[in-house]
């Protein structure tokens, strides 16, 4: 793929430091500790107090990320802050709301399939690493394989108290503006993004991202076709009213409609070179991964290789140019 939006030249302090990157509006890069080496986290200034969006991992790099871009913007975590919005799920995005939410008293706000979505998530049982072990198993990993990556994969993840659920396309006072909650599905069912329509800001989460693409997976808890809904919502993206992305991860930039195209076009790529994986004969979405991605992947990025996979894999059935056969293990063949 020939990327050619470019990063806006706003936000480049390094990790662990804070930014002005539009008029009340701050960018915390917080570390985490996992291949991304950041998340973008927003300060936003208004009469009601502070807003915060996304908060990254709950460890103590990230706690002393937060202390110190706080103390840089004169603003008290525990006086100053009103609202805690949550993009979505993952623990980059809601890990430290928790802590957050006990310094601050402030609620947290995520959709409200996605409140209930964390519950079960992050219940702390068995029955999710049972789940993932099957999933990935069944999708041809081997079984060892299966059980070492689902264990890597557990976090210990301690959900806020207080969860207040948005609406999407509920309006909210952002910042002296306001914003439009619009549901962002594909890297998670129920991940929204804030539009401020007013200012031509869109801060977009793990929607749309420059330099990296969004894992599209298709993982247990995931329904059918997430690369499906991803498309679908992307298209709809277009036109939207934004000349400044705030995303969650990676450069800030402008040409939204620029990298949705770069992001279909992407997309389109990875299913014609893994519809090539599997024009003679059926393959198991664990050997279509071996194939399209690089091989010294870890463990770790072997599950998100193959969660992404499956996911161009389903869209390939949908799309009536494969076919999937089960006998215990998932193979697809290109019909
Ligand atoms: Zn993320």
Redesign the pocket.
């Known amino acids: 793929m020939t990327n050619s939006v470019r990063s806006s030249g706003l936000g480049t302090q390094p990790v662990g430091d804070v930014a002005e990157v539009a008029e009340g509006v701050y960018q915390l890069k917080v570390p985490v500790p996992i291949p ?1 080496v950041f ?1 973008s986290t927003y300060l936003i200034e208004g009469d009601d107090g502070w807003t915060i969006l996304d908060t990254g991992f709950d460890y103590p790099e990230g706690r002393a990320a937060w202390e110190a871009g706080a103390r840089a913007l004169g603003l008290d975590l525990r006086e100053d802050v009103s609202r805690i919005f949550v993009s979505h799920f ?1 623990p ?2 809601l890990g430290a709301a928790r802590w957050l939410q006990g310094l601050s008293g402030a609620p947290v706000y995520m959709l409200e399939k996605e409140i209930d979505h964390a519950r079960d998530v992050w219940s702390g049982d068995d029955v999710n690493f049972t789940l993932l072990v099957e999933h990935l198993a069944r999708h041809g990993m081997p079984q060892s394989l299966a059980e070492e990556a689902a264990a890597g994969t557990r976090a210990n993840l301690k959900l806020p108290e207080k969860m207040v659920a948005f609406r999407v396309d509920e309006e909210v006072s952002l910042g002296g503006s306001a914003a439009r909650v619009v549901h962002a599905p594909g890297h998670a069912d129920y991940q929204y993004m804030l539009h401020d329509a007013a200012r031509g800001i869109l801060f977009a989460a ?1 929607h749309v991202l420059l330099k990296i693409t969004p894992n599209i997976g298709r993982w247990p808890d995931v329904a059918a076709n997430p690369l499906a809904r991803y498309i679908e919502s992307l298209n709809g993206l277009r036109s939207l009213d934004a000349d400044l992305v705030l995303p ?2 990676g450069p800030i930039f402008h040409d939204l409609a620029g990298r949705i195209d770069e992001l279909l076009l992407h997309h389109e790529e990875r299913l014609d070179l893994m519809h090539g994986e599997i024009l003679d004969g059926p393959k198991t979405p664990f050997e279509v991964s071996r194939k399209v991605f690089r091989d010294d992947l870890t463990l770790y990025e072997h599950c998100f290789a193959l969660a992404e996979t499956l996911a161009h894999l389903d869209h390939l059935v949908l799309e009536g140019r494969a076919e999937l056969s089960e006998n215990g293990v998932v193979y697809y063949r290109a019909s």
Do not use: A, R, S
């Open positions: 991304l998340v993952h980059d995005h793990d969650g991860h």
